[in-house]
């Protein structure tokens, strides 16, 4: 064992890892292409105040979350904790604007939050994501939510649930909290102590208390969702009726708060059984207060992020394909056996052959540990080669068809149009 590990909350995607994530990406990039959304990627790390001002002061991942270093310049950096930020400062800086609104765009890239590490929960993990940006229809928030459901839907993850609810404005909002406030003191006596130490920081938590006494008292309390103003309201019908008429299954929660400042009106978070702790699978919701917080003019925007590695998690099994084989190039004098022009030579043609073969769309492996012609045979087997070519001399290729064991001496072209005539295995 070496004396490094990767850093604790991160981890090293294997091979087989790669393949599994690669479906993902090709579902994603199906579904979400097809729907008109194009793909970005972004820089790793931003100015720290673009996550400061645009994810907002006062949330966990802002206040606690963030890796932040000094670029040796005087100038803060942060490692990208989430998406939504960059994809907007990107909108702006390259005068998306200017474009047929709503720009559609998607991504799937690595994050970074500093958070205690369990299953499902890292230090550097990967999201997809979706933005649409320019639109404040109530069919862009419904479209976001079906791309997300279909997504999950393609992975095959069990047992999701969707929650959905409405914040309205910042106004309505900063209302409200005062009401809740104003709630939760009035029935102090009715709340657990956590509660009533949390009440000015974050009010909204009493809804999540696991205590049955301050569950009682907080069904009584006022609901941001009955505070709506008309418009809000209106909106949030729409988008409801949208789901109900695409037959999209979702439950009311008038709790729901997100862990980000820039979601206003729609808001929803797709959960899975299949996971345990760390249910959340991918959420999002409206941001019509982001764009012109990072400078730009007031611009209606929605969006969501989901987890890749606990898609994968509540995926289970995923039809990974296994890798074919169709060649393997074995050299009759490997190793220290024979001259080493000879072997040059020998190698060399080998070299061509796989080359030729891989042009013709075939997969070829070559011998590259020096093993013997017998050690050569066994390693065609277990990576189940369909062909193997043993290259004898300059020009001369033995050719072995390993399911029916029939070999035949062959020229190399005349070889590779062999194992094309007896198609892929
Ligand atoms: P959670 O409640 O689990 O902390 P979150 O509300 O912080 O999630 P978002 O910021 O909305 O999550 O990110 C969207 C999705 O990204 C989550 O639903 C989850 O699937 C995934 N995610 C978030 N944080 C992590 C992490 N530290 N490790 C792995 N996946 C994560
Ligand atoms: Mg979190």
Redesign the pocket.
């Known amino acids: 064992m070496s004396s490094f590990q990767a850093p604790r ?1 991160t981890f090293d995607v294997l091979p087989a890892d790669c393949e599994r994530r690669a479906l993902l990406e090709a579902h994603a990039q199906r579904i979400l292409g097809a729907a008109g959304y194009g793909r970005i990627e972004t820089p790793a790390f931003e100015p720290t105040e673009l996550f400061a001002r645009g994810v907002g002061e006062a949330t ?2 802002v206040r606690k979350e963030m890796y932040t270093f000094d670029d040796g310049g005087g100038r803060s950096l942060t490692l990208r ?2 998406g939504t930020a960059p994809v907007c400062r990107a909108y702006l800086e390259h005068g998306m604007h200017r474009l047929a609104q709503p720009v559609k765009l998607w991504y799937l890239s690595s ?1 970074f ?1 500093a ?1 205690a590490p369990q299953k ?4 550097q ?3 997809v994501g979706a933005e649409a940006i320019g639109s404040d229809e109530p069919a862009t928030d419904a479209e976001l939510i079906l791309l997300l459901a279909d997504l999950l839907e393609s992975l095959g993850i069990r047992g999701t649930r969707l929650r959905l609810s409405s914040l309205g404005t910042p106004a309505t909002r900063a209302d409200y909290r005062q009401e809740l406030i104003a709630f939760l003191r009035a029935h102090e006596d009715g709340l657990s102590p956590e509660v009533v130490a949390r009440i000015d920081l974050n009010p909204m938590r009493a809804f999540d208390a696991g205590d049955r006494r301050t569950r009682e008292t907080m069904r009584d309390a006022p609901l941001l969702l009955h505070r709506l103003a008309p418009e809000d309201a209106e909106h949030f019908a729409a988008v409801r009726e949208l789901l109900d008429g695409a037959g999209l299954r979702y439950e009311l929660d008038p709790t729901l708060v ?3 400042d820039y979601y206003t009106r729609t808001v929803f ?2 959960t899975s059984d299949a996971l345990g702790a ?7 919701g409206r941001y019509d207060g982001l764009v012109q917080q990072l400078g730009g003019d007031p611009t209606p925007a929605a969006g ?8 994968l998690l509540a995926a289970g099994e995923l039809p990974v394909a296994p890798a074919v084989v169709d060649l393997f190039v074995a050299v009759a004098v490997a190793g220290d056996g024979g001259r080493r022009e000879d072997r040059t030579r020998v190698t060399g043609t080998a070299f061509e052959l796989a080359n030729r073969a891989r042009r013709a769309g075939l997969s070829a492996q070559m011998e590259l540990a020096g093993r013997s012609l017998k050690g050569q045979l066994r390693q065609a087997d277990r990576i189940g080669a369909g062909w193997v070519a043993i290259i004898d001399g300059p020009m001369q290729v033995t050719l072995k068809n390993m399911g029916s064991g029939e070999q035949s001496q062959l020229e190399p072209a005349a070889a590779i149009a062999e194992i094309l005539r007896g198609g892929r295995l």
């Open positions: 909350g966990d991942i904790p989430e994050f939050r958070e499902g929960r890292y230090r993990f990967w999201q997100r862990g980000l978070e797709f760390q249910s959340g699978v991918g959420g999002g969501w992020a989901a987890g890749v590695e606990r898609m």
